[in-house]
């Protein structure tokens, strides 16, 4: 990618977080024996651009990863979780965070203060670490997090920079497996690889989500291999609009973008 495409992308992302023209839609994490049963939602970034067009968090996110911003988007969303919560008295969320938060005392410091603010709210919220590059300081942080009372999941365990002994050097309560291992193309490969993975994956929490199920064989090879949670279209399929942008946002921004939707809140999110 150009520089000029970066730094277009970075700069794009930066105005939207700032004028409040970030939203999310969500993903469910449903039990793998009882789909009714969801643990937690989890909240997918959207950027509404001026137009009205709606841009994913893949088309983004790695670049404000590459660039080191993404700890602004992270605290973003966070803020988003934090009101659509305070304002529904049911249901659970989850969040990614960057390990770009813990790389300095003072991205460490501001993702703690907000935490510690909603700390009310923590049985009801998920911080999902996403391993884009090494971090370091990370297990100390995660300990003070659940002390609030947060559950903390590993994301993509498999991928990147998680390794079995980074996720043994700290206690979390989910691990969730990378698409990939229910998603080969070998049959015999995929029932291997999974089932490794899931028993590792037990060896350090009590919750295994695998990722990316999309087909019911998926879902037996998951159940399978026993995980107790997935995640994927099969079971939930996330808009492409933004269900939640924050009333605070919308009261601000008025009628800056058009053509959009969204809404202050969703039905039929579960704990």
Excluded at 39 to 66: D, H, I, N
Aim: net charge negative; glycine share 8%; charged share 15%.
């Amino acid at each position: 990618m150009k520089l000029d495409e970066v730094d277009n992308i970075v700069r794009t992302a930066l105005q939207a977080i700032r004028q409040g023209r970030i939203g999310f839609s969500v993903q469910q994490v449903n039990c793998v024996n009882h789909h009714h049963e969801v643990l937690y939602s989890e909240c997918l970034a959207r950027l509404l651009k001026l137009g009205g067009s709606v841009v994913t968090a893949g088309e983004f996110m790695p670049t404000l990863e590459a660039s080191g911003y993404a700890p602004e988007l992270d605290r973003s969303i966070l803020s988003l979780a934090f009101e659509w919560l305070s304002n529904n008295a049911s249901g659970s969320l989850g969040c990614n965070v960057s390990s770009l938060n813990f790389s300095s005392a003072e991205h460490r410091a501001m993702l703690y203060d907000q935490l510690h603010r909603n700390r009310s709210l923590a049985p009801r919220l998920v911080l999902e670490i996403t391993e884009s590059a090494p971090s370091f300081g990370a297990t100390e942080l995660i300990q003070d997090i659940r002390k609030l009372g947060y559950r903390v999941a590993i994301d993509d365990f498999g991928s990147g920079f998680w390794t079995p002994e980074a996720i043994f050097s700290m206690a979390v309560d989910i691990i969730k497996i990378d698409a990939f291992f229910v998603q080969s193309n070998s049959r015999l490969s995929a029932d291997r690889l999974l089932y490794h993975m899931a028993g590792l994956a037990s060896c350090v929490a009590p919750t295994i989500v695998v990722e990316g199920v999309e087909t019911y064989e998926q879902l037996t090879l998951a159940r399978a291999a026993g995980a107790t949670h997935v995640q994927g279209y099969l079971l939930s399929e996330p808009p492409l609009c933004p269900i939640f942008r924050g009333l605070a946002h919308r009261a601000v921004m008025g009628s800056t973008t058009v053509g959009v939707c969204e809404a202050p809140g969703f039905a039929g999110l579960s704990a």
